[in-house]
């Protein structure tokens, strides 16, 4: 916008802009340093490749290595044959007369084949040399590029004018290449439409991780680890005059991890280059609107004009844009923006220096902005950060059930902890989402302090049945909620509701199955209509979990998808918590019926959810489910991946349950694969975790997986088949008579092995026959085949006399025919790539805003995610894409479309 063109200004600086070489403020001898350049082999070889490319444009703001890249790309010219010519251009380059004599000798570096003999400024006129000089360069006969570097100090119209006018004139082997801190204004929307430009912007001009890496321990010689490194990158995000800074700082210091957890926008080195080469450059309002947004993670031109009193935000956006000022799009549609977090931080305090107090006021501006649009979330945020406690305790107390609902579990935790302790006194709805937020998040301890330092209360009784529940508590949690139902007010339906579905989970791991169905039915009508959706999710969940318990499979698989389609017509919210429980026992029903690839699915979208936020058994099925599909592809190092992530998950939660799970199927898998001592070393982990296993507790992820069941098939293994029959027929016993069929099911085919090593076939077939009559008519396949080559073996043999007469025996042929097929070694030793689901949903969001140069810990602020989960969804690509690193998925991913 032209009343904005001069407020940006690029004039050139002492400190050049270069790969590795963005010097430092000038120390006391008045010297800066020059270390070496890195190759930056990629983007010298897209270059040197870009085809059709009549311009290539390098655009960045200063700091980013456009200056070495400009050199490498010569360089890699030269020795491919390539003719170049080089011209660093200076602000008196606006003029045109004297640019094109400039120019005019750069060129003439070039093959003199076709050059006017005698020069092309030897007339008077000013016309006559321009059209000369296109001529000279459209006349040359050798591939050539044109390389002009720092051009974001040209603004003559009439230059800019020439310079499409150069382009227009270059022949078909001929290049211009431009490095500039700004966008110009050459007709570059032209120039793309037609396929003509290759762009290489700040995102591409970023070091990945694994070249911050070789910056810092090759370049510098910095022993780092990879965790620092990690850190580092994330906080510059990849911009290389800043980690060039940071490692001047580095060197000699005995604790570089509290350096680099202390780097910031603050740091001086880098504050004294962002003043002298960023901000001192700038016009007075651009310095003004700099400092005043700087306060906004997130900003769009309407929220800039609420916070600085302008109209005319957009036109300023646009010019921040052009100027490469560390302004970055934050959406696709490019109407949200953010600054580099770097630039922001030096930003804010230099406002902080400048105008003590700025910041809470423009604060509140955005605060009250945000509320007129009706979006509370940042709005909370920027009140938290004005010290508005009242008002942002009134915002989160009007808005608690949309944020319970929607799972904002972590973002609670750390507005609430931002908040004076004193400040939630006066709200006990609030007590109870901090410590319901604290319990999900997996922090008992804080939990158990916080609800502890208030006085009783129904929301404080309910929080403590919640803790008591998720800590595998169960009978604790059941009296205790018992009477506290009976003194609950029906009438207050958040903790009423939140209270109700807690008990319905405790109700039915206590075995009080249809009390549990029964309190789902009668809260429905006490609770909000989108509470009222929730307790229907609930309501689904028990239903199916304990349908499949009870050996109903056909049931849980015909309610669960008749439910998921009504949701899907209905066109409904997830309601979350309810929403893990139901993916999870969807997953585990398709995953029984041998659907592994719609149990990926359904497993994947919710694993991000289950990890933030989610209870014991939705973390132990997602991750024990993942681990036997992944090893089932033969992806092994997968499988036993997302079971070291479940033992980490519990022991920072300190559930023995949840590292007892992953030590159960490291034992299985052990036994199955016939390493036995490895099977009993993991069998002793099991039995120091097992603290948790009661006879009258029923947790639905450990149905089929107790330490019981591990040990005995460990022993049936192990040969001790004859000492293990008693102790098969009482847990045979046990299970039915709590109604656990699916449990009786899976020690049933134990009991037929423990027969068979105990030399009694006969007996081993009728326990097998009746294991089969069971599963035919509900569909089970993965209880069979979960138990490996052993029980496949006896199949097989049970085969030989009884197939035929399968019906007569109650069993169903179809179904005995397609387990007898899957049960091939063949099945097993599947290669694990023909089986890699698509990338899902979260998935692509995620590696779409790496693409996008975002850093993990801005991607997880942006989907209200944690970074560890971040983390896990990248590993999940690359396990996926079959890659090693980052850089490689990324690559995959353009290759394939799914960054389009």
Known sequence: MPEHKNQFSSANAPVRDEVGTAQAPAGPSGKSVQPASMVRLKLVDQMENAGSAKLMLIRAAAG???????????????????????????????????????????????????????????????????????????????????????????????????????????????????????????????????????????????????????????????????????????????????????????????????????????????????????????????????????????????????????????????????????????????????????????????????????????????????????QPIPAIDHLISAGDTDEAIAQLTEHLDDLVRGGLVRLLVRWLAQLPPAALGHSPRLQLASAWALVLCRRYQSAQEFIASYRPSPEIESARVILLACTDRMEEAYEFGQSLLRRLPTDDHFVYGLTANTMAYVMQATGHYEEARRLLSEAIPYVSQQGAGFMRNVAASVESILDLAQGRLGNALARLQA?????????????????????????????????????????????????????????????????????????TVAGQRYLNDLETIGRDGGSSRIQCSAWMERTRVATLEGRLDAAQQALRQVEKYSDWDRPDVFMYSNDVDTPAITRLRLRVAQGQCAQSLDGLREAIAEAQGHSLMRRALKLRLLHALALDGAGRQTEAFDVLTEALQFASHEGFLRTFLDEGKRLAELLQRWAVTFQARSRSLGIAPGFLADLLKRLEPARQDSASDGGRDAL???????????????PIPEIATKLFLSENTVKTHIRNVSVKLGTHSRNESLAIARARGLLD
């Open 64 to 374: 980013f290595g456009k200056s070495t890249l400009l050199r490498q790309y010569r360089e890699r010219c030269r020795a491919t044959g390539r003719q170049t010519a080089w011209l660093s251009l200076e602000p008196t380059d606006n003029d045109l007369s004297r640019f094109i004599s400039r120019l005019d000798a750069c060129v003439g570096e070039l093959d003199p084949e076709g050059l006017i003999e005698g020069g092309v400024l030897d007339t008077i006129s000013d016309v006559e040399p321009v059209y000369t000089l296109l001529e000279s360069i459209a006349g040359q006969a050798r591939p050539f590029s044109i390389l002009l570097d720092e051009f974001e100090v040209i603004q003559s119209p009439a230059v800019l004018n020439f310079i499409q006018q150069l382009l227009a004139a270059l022949p078909p082997h001929g290049c211009l290449v431009i490095a500039s801190r700004t966008a110009p204004e050459i007709g570059l929307g032209r120039i793309r439409a037609r396929g003509q430009l290759l762009e290489v912007d700040p995102g591409a001009l970023r070091f990945s991780l694994e070249e911050t890496g070789t910056f810092l321990r090759e370049t510098h010689r910095l022993q780092l680890d990879s965790g620092d490194i990690a850190a580092l990158h994330r906080c510059t995000e990849g911009w290389i005059a800043a980690l060039y800074l940071a490692a001047l700082s580095l060197k000699g210091r005995d604790d570089p991890s509290a350096f680099i957890q202390s780097f910031s926008g603050s740091n001086l080195n880098l504050a004294a280059y962002l003043a002298e080469q960023i901000l001192a450059q700038q016009s007075e309002e651009c310095r003004r609107f700099l400092l005043q947004t700087s306060v906004l993670n997130r900003f769009c031109a309407p929220l800039c004009d609420a916070l600085t009193g302008r109209n005319d935000s957009q036109a300023m956006i646009e010019s921040l844009l052009r100027a490469n000022l560390f302004l970055f799009p934050a959406d696709e549609e490019q109407r949200w923006f953010r600054y580099h977090s770097l630039f922001a931080g030096f930003l804010q305090d230099v406002l902080e220096r400048q105008t003590p107090g700025a910041a809470r006021e423009l604060h509140r501006a955005a605060a009250h902005w945000y509320l007129s649009v009706k």
């Open 563 to 635: 439910f998921t389609q009504q949701q899907a017509d209905t066109a409904a919210d997830n309601q979350f918590g309810a929403q893990i429980s139901l993916d999870m026992i969807r997953s585990v029903t398709l995953y029984e019926v041998d659907d592994l690839e719609g149990a990926q699915r359904v497993l994947n979208e919710g694993l991000s959810y289950s990890i933030d936020s989610g209870v014991a058994d939705a973390l132990i099925s997602s991750h024990v489910l993942l681990s036997r599909i992944a090893a089932l592809r033969g992806d």
């Open 840 to 854: 899902t949903k979260r998935e692509l969001q995620i590696i779409r805003l790496l693409a996008d140069g975002c």
